[in-house]
């Protein structure tokens, strides 16, 4: 569905990305896990095109981009059949959780303020938000506004939603709220890319595991197995720092 193909990236003549070979498929969960610094960032922001790749072939529905020479056009049409969330928010302070879900519907999907409105009640009461839709950012929880930021990706209907760590800035009870309706979304199927340090969440609502560092892949493959038995040493010291161990 969603395929990239020898990304690299470089900051500085620093290179962050090394080529990178990833892909998605429909409604595959994909946890992308590593240490700080690996690049897992970056990754994301070549794939929605916030960063520029330096070199890299993207196939997204069949159809194949240069992602050094894609043009604004191509970004603007792909990047409407992606969704993102990411770690802060992001939300318009200005505006109320049912405001901040209707706005991409109204301006980028030009769907009529009514069927937007309706269309925003249905995902905030799917993420558990309904009662507080009138209220502003701030006047929401971290956990709230996070789920007001995924009922604002699921609302355009994505192809397939980035997630960038969406939990880091929350405390553990916050977290649950957050990584609750992530699974209710990866039980319906919803094809999802979540670069995430909940290796629990990960272990459970994820079909596929990434792990990266220094800018490559070192391992990939069902979460279990990579989990239980990886196969690479570097992926099993990451791992034994960082999944408790089992009782
Ligand atoms: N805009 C930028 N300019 C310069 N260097 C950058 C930029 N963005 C990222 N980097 C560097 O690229 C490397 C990878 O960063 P990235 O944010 O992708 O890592 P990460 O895996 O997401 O880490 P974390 O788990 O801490 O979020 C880091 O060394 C970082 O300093
Ligand atoms: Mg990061």
Redesign the pocket.
């Known amino acids: 569905m969603l395929e990239v193909r020898g990304i690299r990236k470089s900051?500085?003549q620093?290179e962050?990305l090394s080529g990178i070979d990833f892909k998605v498929e429909k409604q595959e969960v994909v946890a992308v896990i590593?240490?700080?610094?690996?690049?897992?960032?970056?990754?994301l922001?070549c794939i929605s095109f916030l960063?520029r790749a330096d070199a890299g072939e993207m196939i997204f529905d069949g159809a194949s981009y240069d992602m050094t020479k894609v043009s604004n056009r191509d970004i603007r049409k792909l990047r409407m059949e992606m969704g993102f969330v990411f770690q802060s928010f992001n939300l318009f302070q200005n505006m109320t959780a049912i405001q901040n879900v209707m706005e991409g519907l109204v301006t980028a999907r030009r769907i009529d303020k009514e069927a937007a409105r309706r269309t925003a009640e249905e995902v905030l009461l799917k993420v558990g938000m309904s009662e507080r839709k009138n209220f502003y950012p701030g006047e929401l929880s971290g956990g709230q506004q996070q789920r007001v930021a995924i009922a604002r990706a699921i609302a355009l209907n994505p192809k397939v939603i980035l997630f960038?760590?969406p939990t880091s800035a929350l405390d553990p009870e916050l977290t649950a709220e957050v990584l609750g309706v992530m699974r209710e979304l990866a039980k319906e199927g919803t094809t999802m890319v979540v670069?995430t340090?909940e290796m629990g969440f990960a272990m459970e609502a994820a079909t596929r595991a990434v792990f990266?560092e220094g800018g490559v892949v070192v391992e990939e493959g069902p979460v279990r197995e990579l989990f239980e038995n990886p196969k690479k040493e570097r992926t099993r010291q990451f791992l034994s720092r960082t999944v408790p161990p089992k009782e």
């Open positions: 900051f500085n620093t962050v590593g240490p700080s610094g690996s690049g897992k960032t970056t990754l922001r960063e960038d760590e670069v340090h990266m």
